[in-house]
């Protein structure tokens, strides 16, 4: 062997040796290899154990068994055990099913997990008049991670609990149930305990230990815990329903936020938590702490249209724990409607830092669109529902309440226009006189005209825009109004969904995603008293001569409505059956007003006025002497630009 072959083997050793090295695994992706290999083994040996038991049952049935097969399920049971460390006497058991219930709620607890296997609202149904189940078997999970002192892993979903006794009932009606997590130590055990009032959606849930120190290690004092859910389709419309579904949480010491209801969302939290809430549109599973929840993931994730399901709910986050069973850990369930009066009621005489808030879990719009829901709409609404039992007269009623609340705006606009309209003579002569090239010239004049007789061209949109918020707030109330779920109305069936009078299946490109294979009559009607509506009022402001853009600003006051109803055409009927009153009011309020305008009269009170106001000595500053500064800062340049041409 020469001196090249040996350096040449040097040089592939040396090679060999660094590629090894700079690949070498680190310690956290070794014990991430190692929590794998041990899911993996774990799972296998349970795999292998409920094999084993099974063909055990199998050979006893059939009167077969042999020494072998006994001795290999012996060990199956006991890999298992060994799986599970201290737990490993709940490893093992059959699924059971315990039942509590109010007038309200009926839950469905299962001992695998020890958790709410089942949530029905009993007041409520679902589509078709089925029962409303909020969710069931696998569509909902709630886990505890146990640590033991073997350096072994336990989740509560994997285990049997069994039932401590009889579910409690007391004199006032309110259940208790105990189920027990058993340990290979008689002397302890953890305990879930629910507890149901007579007459409540809040369901009180507790988890005391008892002598876990022997089982646990010393040093745990919280705990990891993870809830999922699937969100069903409740209602008729699925885009609509989409919309207002989300995965929402409060702050401990701070407001309400949530997920994007529109996207994948994820969302990891450090500050402290007081409740998580799966909420579709009408109805929640809220999961309230007494104290708090850290280290909180959330997330939220869109689910096929063809599922049957909205979106899929995640929640990750720690929570105290407390070994010896001093302190329980303790939580509250809401499983119920997202009613505004049912939410805002567990607030009442709590102090202001120890509110919950869930009323907020109700879209009533942010800001002043809120406060007009929240301080005029609702209560308005709960008065009349206390007499009324059809809602489409509650909602005519209150179209009226609001037309009067809002009739001195909407006279001061409509007399702002009359104004307008009569003097449009004399803005026609100004036009004629005045040739388009002096556009600032027309302008000045124009507001002189204004000026001296007292009318503000800007006078009839603020009412108008004073008027707004109750107009948005109302596009808030009706989708969130859970009382007008399955509430019909005329040929309406539901004024919380579409009212569908034409429907097909066929998937039509461009039609189909406009109007998602359906016409909405209210949204019909809607269209229609909008236009008709934009014509009276534009046929009573008369543009005050040629105004640039008049034509395009009529051709879009036009379009709007159509617009509209592309817009409304999937939302609740109960809204574009408002917005449809509230047009035809408007309708007749205006000709009523016109009918009492005595236009010739307008005329020479605006005349008087102007003659009383030239004897005025006129005031310094203000918009017409801005104005003026503009027309000849205008002309200072038209003549700078003509001396620059001619040079």
């Known amino acids: 062997m020469d001196k090249n072959t040996v350096i040449g083997f040097l040089l592939i050793a040396a090679i060999v040796i660094g590629f090894t090295w700079l690949n070498k695994p680190s310690e956290e992706e070794l014990a991430r290899r190692k929590q794998y290999n041990d899911s993996i083994a774990l799972v296998q040996q349970e795999q292998y154990a409920q094999q084993m038991a099974a063909d055990s049952i199998a050979q006893l049935n059939s009167g077969v068994v042999d020494s072998v097969a006994l001795d290999n399920d012996s060990v199956a049971i006991a890999r298992k055990m060994d799986a599970f460390g201290g737990f490993g006497e709940s490893a093992f058991g059959e699924e059971e099913f315990i039942t509590l219930e109010n007038e309200l709620v009926k839950l469905t607890f299962t001992n695998k997990g020890g958790r709410v296997y089942s949530a029905e609202l009993k007041e409520h149904k679902a589509q078709e008049g089925k029962p409303l189940i909020l969710f069931d078997e696998d569509e909902s999970n709630l886990n505890f991670v146990l640590a033991t002192n073997t350096d072994r892993t336990a989740n509560t979903s994997e285990l049997y609990f069994t039932q401590a006794g009889d579910i409690v009932k007391d004199a006032e009606g309110n259940q208790t149930l105990t189920l027990r997590l058993n340990t290979n130590s008689p002397e302890s055990y953890i305990d879930f305990i629910y507890s149901l009032p007579a007459n409540d959606y809040m369901l009180k849930y507790d988890v005391k230990a008892t002598n876990m120190n022997q089982i646990m290690p010393m040093s745990i004092n919280s705990l990891e815990m993870q809830w999922v859910s699937k969100i069903r389709q409740q209602e008729k419309g699925r885009s609509f329903e989409e919309r207002y579904s989300s995965l929402s949480y409060k702050f401990l010491t701070d407001d309400v936020n949530k997920l994007s209801p529109n996207k994948n969302d994820r969302k ?380």
């Open 268 to 647: 990891k939290l450090d500050n402290q938590i007081k409740w998580i809430a799966f909420k579709d549109q009408y109805f929640t599973s809220v999961l309230i702490a007494d104290k708090s929840f850290t280290s909180t993931m959330l997330a939220s994730h869109m689910m096929d249209k063809n599922s049957g399901y909205m979106k899929s709910y995640e929640a990750d986050m720690v929570v105290p724990f407390d070994l010896t069973g001093k302190e329980p850990t303790g939580f509250k369930f809401y499983f119920g409607p997202v009613h505004h009066k049912t939410l805002a009621d567990y607030d009442k005489g709590v102090a202001k830092e120890d509110k919950l808030k869930l009323r907020e879990l109700v879209p009533l719009g942010w800001g002043i669109f809120g406060w007009v829901n929240r301080y005029f709409v609702i209560p308005m609404f709960n008065f009349f529902s206390k007499f009324i039992d059809s809602f489409g007269i509650i909602i005519l009623l209150m179209t009226i309440v609001i037309k009067l609340v809002l009739f001195p705006l909407s006279y001061k606009s409509y007399m702002s226009s009359a104004k307008m309209r009569v003097l449009k003579p004399e803005i026609d002569a100004i036009n004629a006189k005045i040739p388009p090239e002096k556009a600032m010239e027309r302008q000045k004049a124009t507001m002189e005209l204004y000026n001296k007789v007292g009318v503000s061209p800007m006078s009839g949109c603020l009412p108008m825009l004073l008027s707004m918020p109750v107009l948005i707030a109302m596009f808030s109330f009706f989708p969130s109004a859970i009382e007008l779920r399955q509430q019909s109305f005329l040929w309406a069936k539901d004024l919380s969904a579409y009212d569908a009078i034409i429907t097909w299946k066929a998937n039509i490109p461009l039609i189909s995603s406009i109007f998602n294979n359906h016409i909405s009559l209210f949204a019909v009607l809607m269209m229609v008293t909008t236009i008709f509506s934009t014509k009276i009022s534009m046929a009573n402001t008369q543009p005050a001569g040629d105004q640039p853009g008049a034509n395009m600003m009529k051709y879009m006051m036009y379009l709007m409505p159509v617009m509209f109803f592309f817009m409304f055409n999937s939302y609740a009927s109960g809204l574009t059956y408002y917005y449809s009153l509230s047009a035809l009011i408007t309708i007749i309020q205006n000709e009523i007003i016109k009918a009492t305008v005595n236009e010739e009269k307008l005329l020479a009170e605006l005349h008087a006025k102007g003659k009383a106001n030239e004897k005025k000595p006129r005031k310094s500053g203000g918009f017409m002497e801005r104005l003026e500064r503009m027309q000849k800062e205008q002309q200072r340049l038209a003549r700078e630009n003509a001396r620059n041409r001619k040079r």
